[in-house]
């Protein structure tokens, strides 16, 4: 259930930063943005805090249940939320594409560990 949480959240994640890129106002490579600079962008960068929280703890509830392809897979879900929070705190200081394309990439690799989790513990259930 922790990983349908996570990946729920990956998800939510993914949709306010395309409704940022959308309709926000954007940085610029000598205008940065405050993190808290909208409502749209404060909930993105609270709700990417719970989830760097959330990935944490969830690689702990792997290492206790010793499920390696579980526990790999978080390691690497983890570590993918954290260059998402790199790559986004680096948007908003100069507006790089590179970064808001990192952010994404870094989000879908996310979605995949959490979604291979839920194979994985199913197969374990059924």
Do not use: E
């Not at 703890?57 to 390696?68: E, G, I, N, P, T």
């Not at 705190?89 to 839920?118: K, V």
């Amino acid at each position: 259930m922790a990983s349908f949480g996570a990946l729920t959240m990956v998800i939510l994640q993914f949709v306010l930063g395309t409704a940022y890129s959308l309709w926000g106002t954007g940085p610029t490579s000598t205008q940065s943005v405050g993190m808290f600079s909208s409502p749209l962008l404060a909930v993105h960068v609270v709700v990417g805090i719970l989830l760097v929280i959330a990935a944490a703890f969830l690689v702990f509830r792997a290492a206790q249940a010793k499920s390696r392809a579980v526990l790999g897979s978080s390691v690497v879900a983890l570590v993918a939320v954290l260059a998402a929070f790199g790559a986004g705190s680096s948007f908003t200081q100069n507006g790089d594409d590179g970064a808001s394309f990192g952010m994404a990439i870094a989000a879908a690799i996310a979605m995949l560990c959490y979604a291979a989790n839920l194979v994985i513990l199913g197969r374990r259930r059924g």
